[in-house]
């Protein structure tokens, strides 16, 4: 492994000083331009957790100042050091620890298990526990891990668990969220500069505060409960620079869309994303968190796009823990640089069976779809919901397919039928959902977007064909091995549900 | 040598953390703080290279540290049938969400967990990575693609199929939390092969790893592949996981 870090391969994609990255059907206008790695790898640390990566062959020029990314300054402050570079592992002080049903039993028991049974968490108010993969089902072993976790905190006085005991109505739990990665960001848990890390792989959605969050398993979970650190190797950065106004009928679904297809579903793995530009400024704090949800899809550790005023705003209200944001030196070494106009971009959509399978939406028009399922974590808050509503409101028709709706949270689930929908004359996405005859939006929770149990609702529990608003499109991700999935944005699964086909928005969004 | 750096690692967070300020009224379990300088740790030579003895002679607590310092990977080897995947087998595939409900660390549902392992590859797969009413695999190697791992962070993945009895992967590359999962529990081996074994390995086919060697011998077909050095992830899965090694090394107390 050591060997890998000081005499890497050069087979890396990125090598070449050029990249042609222009867009499926249009001529190639935008390019990528390689900036070379000008930091000096580290040799004397050798990587214990982390897969060999060929690394880029760190030049020999001898900067004199080294400049960091964002994510090696967040690193660096969470390790106490005062310079790190790509490959380093350093112990990393963690801000939260976020478990929830699938893996919080399981951390909890390695927990005990080498801590012993009476052995106490290291900070009782920076765990957050929510309970929101398996939860409206009679599966038995799935409500006892519930339990467990409710057990848990109780025993460790844990300060924010976001409980549910009534699963015949989840209104009836004030404390119940729903899905972990937008309720941490809806209850103020991610900050600027902060270290979050979580037992899914879609922690990385937080980095759209500009923080680093990435997702850990229930080993490494469990020595975090106990001892509050973790060994982690610092990435390389990867930086995409998406400038140009965002064209109406675009959402950040297509940005992340387009670059997985760029860049392929390994072609970030074991490295940070960071989204800057024009584009990604205009974009609100749920857009972000749609862009970094998705770097997992691309083998990222985590995703950033740096705090500013849009960022200040949202958190206005939800946190009073003071917060430092950073940002990457304009000396900084990124491993390679893309640059996007995202004004010629087209909504796209990731054909079955991988997020990579990149298609333009409007090259799908013949695929004929069973249903559609608007939810979870990537599309399912409550921007999401509002740009279908804007779809089915701009067209006036009835949906041809069973349209579910999983609303994340009970947060959105309350948006969508309070919220007036802009233009639509004081009614709410409930409304609009209703006349245009969709199911009604079930109770939040992770739902159908990664199968779950038997009796889940909207499962697809048979070999149907699905626009989705979710993240992965492997074979079974929704239930069905055979079930296949196209990921689109919601503008996209709107205007698919109105057709029974996919279906570019354009179609309905003049 | 890897113990000692990770020692030396563990020695500059732990007690330049003892300063900080903790929010919280409740002590957290100790953590014993190695008391060798880390300035004792010689440069890490670029190849890696298992010397045994120099570690021992690194470790500074000899009375909390059993002598049997994690061994060195050379001698081991696996041998067995194996079971060839492609590419960007996700965790979806290795163990359904459905399984999900079972606790690893309950044993009984941990046994359960493996006769699940790989039951969400498609019926394309004609050969069944385990045989109707078995609970575990007859193939102890698993060969698959580029991206092994894909998908949640689920350990669930790598516990089910050591579960199932797969002691190693021999994948072109990894996903980076399937991998940190494999060595954190030292559940299997995630080896990386310098070229795509997958393509030439058949399901069924005898095959050898000499994870010293880093070299993987096909039987059947009689050829014989270069696998990348696992470097120091072998001692730490080696020790049965990342809190095992820890424990070995004297990073945490022993219970
Ligand atoms: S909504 Fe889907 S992707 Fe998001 S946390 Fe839940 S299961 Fe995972």
């Given at each position: ?28 206008t ?16 050798v990587?214990v957790?982390?897969?060999q ?9 001898g ?12 690193l ?11 490959g380093?592992?350093?112990?990393v002080?963690?801000d ?21 049974e ?27 891990n ?8 109780k ?17 009836a ?44 398993g ?17 990435p ?9 106004e ?18 392929s ?69 990124f ?32 695929v ?7 939810g ?50 004081g ?9 245009a ?23 697809m ?37 109105l ?12 | ?18 300063s ?32 045994v ?11 909390s ?8 990977t ?11 995947v ?36 498609p ?8 045989e109707p ?14 991206n092994f ?18 002691k ?6 990894y ?42 011998i ?7 592949y ?18 095992a ?10 219970q």
């Amino acid at each position: 492994m050591a060997s890998s870090l000081v005499s890497p391969s050069p087979t890396s994609s990125f090598i070449s000083n050029k990249k042609d990255l222009g867009f499926s059907a249009f001529p190639s206008t935008s390019q990528v331009a390689i900036r070379k790695c000008k930091k000096q790898v580290s040799k004397q640390i050798v990587s214990v957790m982390a897969p060999q990566q060929s690394e880029r062959k760190p030049a020999t020029t001898g900067s004199v100042k080294t400049g960091m990314t964002m994510t090696e300054k967040i690193l660096a402050r969470a390790s106490e050091k005062p310079q790190l570079s790509p490959g380093d592992n350093v112990w990393v002080n963690v801000d939260i620890l976020m478990t929830h049903d699938v893996c919080g039993p399981g951390s909890i028991g390695i927990f005990k298990k080498e801590f012993g049974e009476n052995a106490k968490v290291w900070d009782r108010e920076k765990i957050v526990i929510i309970p929101d993969h398996y939860i409206f089902t009679s599966d038995e072993r799935a409500n006892r891990n519930v339990d467990i976790l409710r057990d848990f905190c109780k025993e460790e006085n844990i300060k924010y668990f976001y409980d549910i005991k009534d699963l015949s109505n989840f209104k009836a739990n004030p404390d119940y969220k729903g899905v972990c990665h937008v309720a941490l960001a809806q209850e103020g848990h991610c900050r600027p500069g902060e270290v979050l890390l979580g037992t899914d792989s879609h922690t990385c959605t937080a980095g759209a505060f500009g923080q680093f969050a990435t997702g850990i398993g229930n080993t490494d979970a469990g020595f975090v409960l106990g001892t509050g650190k973790l060994l982690l190797k610092v990435p390389p950065t990867l930086r995409f620079v998406m400038d140009g106004e965002m064209p109406h009928y675009l959402l950040a679904k297509d940005l992340i869309l387009q670059i997985i297809g760029e860049i392929s579903v390994a072609g970030a793995t074991y490295k940070s994303m960071e989204f800057v530009g024009t584009t990604v400024e205009s974009l609100n704090m749920e857009e972000r968190m749609t862009l970094c949800n998705m770097v997992v899809e691309a083998g990222g550790k985590n995703g950033v796009v740096p705090a500013d005023s849009t960022t200040f705003k949202y958190l206005e209200d939800k946190t009073s823990v003071p917060y430092e944001p950073v940002y990457s030196d304009a000396q900084a070494s990124f491993l390679s640089e893309y640059r996007f106009d995202i004004s010629k971009l087209e909504p796209l959509v990731a054909k079955p069976h991988s997020p990579d399978n990149r298609a333009l939406a409007r090259e799908c028009k013949d695929v004929k779809i069973d249903r559609v399922y608007i939810g979870s974590c990537t599309g399912g808050k409550t921007e999401d919901f509002l740009a279908a509503a804007k779809v089915f409101l701009a067209s006036g028709k009835k949906v041809k397919v069973p349209t579910f709706l999983v609303p994340a949270t009970q947060k959105v689930w309350l948006d969508i039928y309070t919220l007036p929908v802009p233009g639509a004359g004081g009614k709410t996405c409930s409304q609009i959902f209703e006349e245009a005859g969709c199911d009604t939006p079930a109770s939040p929770s992770c739902g159908a977007c990664l199968g779950g149990p038997k009796d889940t609702y909207a499962r697809m529990n048979e070999p149907k064909v699905c626009v989705s608003t979710t993240n992965r499109n492997f074979p079974g991700r929704m239930g069905h091995k055979e079930g296949q999935i196209y990921l689109a944005s919601p503008y996209t699964a709107a205007a698919s549900a109105l057709t029974g086909y996919v279906t570019d928005p354009r179609e309905f969004l003049l | 040598m890897a113990a000692s750096l990770s020692q030396a690692l563990y020695l500059a967070t732990f007690t330049s953390s003892a300063s900080k300020p903790s929010a919280s009224p409740i002590s957290p379990p100790s953590i014993k703080v190695p008391t060798f300088s880390p300035l004792t740790v010689q440069p890490l030579s670029s190849a890696f290279t298992p010397n045994v003895a120099h570690v021992i002679t690194l470790t500074p607590h000899a009375t909390s540290t059993p002598s049997s310092i994690p061994s060195d990977t050379s001698t081991t080897t696996f041998h067995g049938l194996c079971y060839a995947v492609g590419d960007n087998i996700d965790t979806d595939q290795i163990i359904p969400a459905e399984y999900l409900t079972l606790v690893p660390s309950n044993p009984a549902e941990y046994e359960k967990l493996g006769s699940y392992a790989l039951i969400g590859l498609p019926s394309s797969y004609a050969t069944r990575f385990i045989e109707p009413n078995e609970t575990k695999t007859k193939y102890s190697i698993l060969i698959g693609g580029a991206n092994f791992g894909c998908g949640s962070s689920r350990e669930h993945a790598p516990v089910a199929l050591g579960a199932a009895g797969v002691k190693a992967v021999v994948a072109e590359s990894y996903a980076r939390i399937f991998f940190r999962n494999s060595v954190a529990t030292g559940e299997v081996y995630p080896v990386e092969s310098e070229v795509r074994i997958c393509e030439e390995c058949k399901t069924g086919d005898v095959v050898t790893i000499e994870l010293g060697e880093s070299r993987l011998i096909n039987h059947t077909t009689g050829k014989e592949y270069k696998l990348k050095p696992i470097g120091d992830a072998g001692p730490v899965i080696e020790a049965g996981g990342i809190f095992a090694y820890a424990r070995k090394t004297g990073m945490i107390p022993s219970q």
